[in-house]
């Protein structure tokens, strides 16, 4: 059977959100395996944050998408047709599928899923690289310790929801901060966080999370940089951590908002560091054990936030940085 | 025979930078030491950028010095009475004087100097507080490693200058960071460091950066804050450690400068960590030897700016905040 293999190309480098004026569609045949590759029909399509290094105008810290060539993205897909050892028609693999509905992957660059450890959807979510970025960032950058208070921003989302339920798990006080109400009754009602701060409806962050923290911030999460993360800097108790995972506040403004409270960050043996997730490759299945054994337990939730249809990516990824996703966010391809 | 004890008082909380009309002269007779305490004759007393924050309006890390107490520093004195075990008039120590010529100081808070080992001008200098504060600095918090590219702000003084002579010692490729032609000169020509970059003669630091530092910053060592640390930032390789050691800078504006290049910080595994050299207390006698060592074989030099008078003191921390000092600053109370 032929298979005709849908593409998102990028088509012009955003300056400020990329969205789908960044992008166009086409169509190819799609290419049967040579030896040791497979050809697959990719399911969910993972839209994050670091997508918007790999598309502007600046140099990030892996190779930027050519302008004309299909958008990456890290994905789950089954397998059609095989020539790759140990991978067969019906197998469900995640792999670097990009924003395509038929691609021809290598091998031995996807990786075969343990369906009786999770489902594909935790294999999208709570068994996937948001939540691995969450593990390493909280236990390893962070050194999140019991007892601590951790305030995690872009709490809905997809990494924050899962640094939220590790701080929870970790018998930590959790603060989390998200925008608008419908994302914070999750956090509260649903997650159960301590503390929940809408940024949107706040108008002192510093104030609030004062409040919130009234001893202060052991760990601070940062999934959004600029203001939030300035309010926080004015919180950390002696020897804080602030574990600089992401910067999605920043990512659609002209101008960089600029960071003032560093004064408070001297003097208090704290300690700012950002990390590859990538990095810690080696210990994937440690953590993939740890989060399965929790998710099993039930003490481990992940809203996806499921956009349908792959020609919808490129409005999945503007929603991502006008934050418009609860959880996770993921293309279906096969809505 | 009766001495009398000349103070200098703090009189005022400076918004801005401190100067004169922010303390104020008194004088008393001299204490006589009770059990256990000494009556010391202080020569000198260091000038440090950490005195801004005992005496401002927000509180630091440690008690703030009360309106009409002595201003308190760190200086080396002779003793002159002791009712203390283990001390003789005579003998040498360095302790708490505060800005006052003949204070009365607890023995136990007291620590006698080894002159074996360097002279007291040594104890003032490269075995003193801010060459420990270095020593820490860059070899723990900064994690130097031979073959590093280190870039220091601050580099001509008293803490900038040693953390610089480390970094020659431990085979480091070495850029530093200070203001005029005077302290230049000394930098380029006495310590012969790699490069050096003069910010008031430079219109763009980030590209001075650039050119002096080609393959990128390994450990920035930052004793200025503000837009340095800001042109700093975007030349941070893989990796990189920023030791967070003072923001003087910072010290005299009314509105602090706001950091923009955070988004080069991100995705680099960067580390940006402040520290309290108190905090290394047991391990002192460790760097001090590994100072003396290097002082002895003639690699380790430190340039004095002595201040002549106890009465010159306020102008002294003055000088401190307006970069007028080459070398470790410090008043010269018997002059």
């Known amino acids: 059977m032929a298979h005709t293999n849908h593409r998102i190309l990028l088509a012009a480098r ?7 004026e960044h992008f166009q569609a086409d169509a190819e045949p799609a290419r049967p395996p040579g030896p040791g590759e497979v050809l697959v029909a990719t399911r969910y399509i993972s839209i994050d944050p670091a997508m918007r290094s790999w598309i502007g105008a600046a140099p990030g810290y892996v190779r930027q998408v ?12 089954q397998v059609l047709e095989s020539r790759a050892s140990g991978l067969q028609p019906g197998d469900w693999v ?9 691609p021809t992957l290598r091998g031995d660059q996807t990786q075969a899923l343990d369906l009786s450890v999770g489902s594909i959807e935790d294999w999208a979510g709570p068994l996937g690289t948001s939540a691995l970025t969450a593990y390493f960032g909280l236990r390893d950058v962070g050194s999140l310790r019991p007892g601590d208070t951790l305030l995690v921003s872009g709490a809905a989302g997809g990494v924050g929801q899962i640094a939220a339920q590790i701080g929870q798990i970790e ?3 959790v603060v989390g901060i998200a925008g608008g109400t419908d994302k914070c009754r999750y956090l509260s009602d649903t997650l159960k966080l301590d503390a929940v701060i809408d940024y949107k409806a706040e108008p002192d962050i510093a104030a609030a999370i004062r409040r919130a923290c009234p001893e202060g911030v052991d760990v601070y999460f940062d999934n959004v940089g600029g203001p939030t993360l300035d309010a926080a800097l004015l919180a950390l108790r002696m020897g804080a951590r602030i574990v600089s ?13 600029g960071i003032r409270n560093l004064s408070a960050f001297s003097g208090k043996r704290a300690r700012m560091q950002s990390f590859l997730v990538f990095d810690y490759h080696d210990r994937y299945q440690e953590a993939r054990a740890w989060l399965a054994y929790h998710l099993r337990a039930g003490r481990l939730r992940q809203r996806l936030h499921v956009v349908k249809g792959l020609d919808r990516a490129p409005d999945a990824l503007a929603m991502l940085f006008t934050g418009g996703n609860t959880g996770k966010l993921v293309v279906d391809a096969w809505a």
């Open 14 to 20: 955003p300056a400020g959100i990329p969205g789908p």
């Open 245 to 257: 995972c992401g910067r999605i506040s920043q990512a659609g403004t002209a101008e960089p908002y």
């Open 94 to 102: 995640q792999g670097r599928t990009g924003w395509q509905s038929h």
């Open 171 to 173: 018998a930590c006080r």
């Open 66 to 77: 050519g302008i004309g060539e299909p958008m990456r993205a890290g994905g789950i897909a």
